[in-house]
Nanobody, 121 residues
Framework: VQLQASGGGLVQAGGSLRLSCAAS????????MGWFRQAPGKEREFVAI????????YYADSVKGRFTISRDNVKNTVQLQMNSLKPEDTAVYYC???????????????WGQGTQVTVSS
């Protein structure tokens, strides 16, 4: 599966952005989908994950209550709604597809190209 992330941009603190990730191929619903991010000079970190059916989600503590992950298995897309953004959310955000439902990035087989999110204070 090939992934294409979009929706990043520049936003003021307290604002919102909605990231989207479009997947090619007919096996999208076979994959758990995750969002990860990497800030300059930092390691990649887990943000959110959604199960194959969309019935189960899990978030990093740093974004819980502010971010919402969702998916559409008909349109082959996964979204990340980001509200109440903070400067520390600034990073390149990546969507990823994996056969294993895990927060460990190394376990994901397919990655999108990343989209930049910048939150100004």
């Amino acid at each position: 599966v090939q992934l294409q992330a979009s929706g990043g941009g520049l936003v003021q603190a307290g604002g919102s952005l909605r990231l989207s990730c479009a997947a090619s191929g007919r096996t999208f619903s076979s994959y758990a989908m995750g969002w990860f991010r990497q800030a300059p000079g930092k390691e990649r970190e887990f943000v959110a994950i959604i199960s194959r059916s969309g019935g189960s989600t899990y978030y990093a503590d740093s974004v819980k209550g502010r971010f919402t992950i969702s998916r559409d298995n008909v349109k082959n897309t996964v979204q990340l709604q980001m509200n109440s953004l903070k400067p520390e959310d600034t990073a390149v955000y990546y969507c990823a597809a994996g056969m294993v439902h895990t927060t460990t990035g190394a376990a994901y087989e397919h990655w999108g190209q990343g989209t930049q999110v910048t939150v100004s204070s």
